[in-house]
């Protein structure tokens, strides 16, 4: 080859190889978002995701995408949408709205990473193989959320007279009800409470107990922490206020519905840090080396107090309307 056609043909390729660059950009990552509620009814929570993300610099629609699917506290639709995600394929699994959306997605890869966000023992459910070193593909955040329904039934001991009748709304098909409900036994067997149990795992199931409940002669109600109720707070809190039934929520979230009282974690702070170690993922880190984050922030005794007016107003309507004889119309 004579040198000039060399020349020539180096030059071809010094010019277009930036414009194949320029032409074929690296693809944008995926964050696959599954979770038990759904992107919208915790809209206000997602903004704590991505500004976690943010803190790693990830910024949605700028140098990542993500992949929403949400069950609305239907269970049994979130093995298929973990493998949609999957399938998809996406660069990391985050999961949030408690262990359903992890188990579904911890069954569907054992490879691509895992954050999740659950509120029981992440080793004891096997997600994890301990706290500080999660082993395998997975790591997140602990809320520790099952663990304060004793707590949260020892508040209602102090509101209500003595040999109350309590009703505790359990989700059957939720995986950590059974262990909650023994939990909420042993509490009750510590008082002198008695406590009747009513189930709701649908929209009509939630009528029913309201009407139970309006029929039951109750001091007072407490609501077990579930994603499935979480989805229907805003049913659940009025329901409860045309029964003029004191209840006792699990998440700051029912009284901004318009719910009486909670006792519960932060929740804000939990989707936050599930978005900072999903940057942290999306820049190379492992799972199996994040220490498992356990975020369990309660609020103050003053915030229950500054709520006691209303709870003294509700019990005075419960027990009139309980005299009057008044049902739920």
């Not at 493998?83 to 949030?96: D, F, G, K």
């Not at 040999?163 to 262990?179: C, D, E, G, M």
Request: charged fraction near 20%; hydrophobic fraction near 40%.
């Amino acid at each position: 080859m004579r040198r000039r056609d060399f020349l020539t043909l180096i030059g071809g390729v010094a010019v277009s190889c930036p414009i194949a660059a320029h032409a074929q950009p690296p693809p944008m990552r995926v964050i696959g978002y599954l979770s038990a509620r759904s992107p919208e009814d915790t809209a206000n929570l997602l903004a704590e995701f991505w500004s976690g993300l943010a803190q790693n610099g990830s910024i949605e629609g700028q140098n990542v995408a993500i992949e929403y699917r949400g069950a609305r506290g239907q269970y049994d639709r979130l093995s298929s949408m973990a493998a949609e995600l999957v399938v998809r394929p996406v660069s990391v699994l985050t999961t949030t709205g408690g262990e359903p959306a992890a188990f579904a997605a911890s069954a569907a890869t054992s490879s691509i990473p895992l954050v999740f966000t659950i509120g029981a023992d992440p080793v004891k459910e096997g997600l994890v193989a301990s706290f500080s070193r999660p082993g395998g593909n997975a790591t997140g955040i602990t809320l520790l959320t099952h663990l304060l329904e004793p707590k949260r039934f020892g508040l209602l001991r102090e509101l209500v007279p003595p040999k109350s009748r309590i009703a505790v709304l359990a989700n059957p098909k939720f995986s950590a009800a059974a262990q909650i409900l023994s939990d909420v036994r042993a509490a009750a067997n510590a008082t002198d409470l008695q406590i009747q149990v009513l189930q709701a795992s649908a929209d009509g199931d939630l009528d029913a107990a309201f009407e139970a409940i309006s029929r039951g002669h109750f001091a007072a109600l407490a609501t077990t922490a579930d994603p499935f109720f979480d989805t229907r707070r805003e049913k659940i809190t009025a329901l409860a206020a045309r029964c003029a039934v004191p209840v006792m929520y699990h998440a700051r979230e029912y009284v901004l519905a318009g719910g009486l009282m909670s006792y519960g974690t932060d929740f804000s702070e939990a989707y936050r840090q599930n978005g900072i170690y999903t940057g942290r993922v999306l820049k190379g880190e492992e799972p199996r080396e994040l220490a498992n984050h356990a975020g369990h922030k309660v609020p103050n005794g003053g915030q229950l107090e500054n709520r006691q007016n209303s709870w003294d107003q509700t019990v005075r309507q419960s027990a009139l309307a309980r005299r009057r004889g008044d049902r739920m119309t």
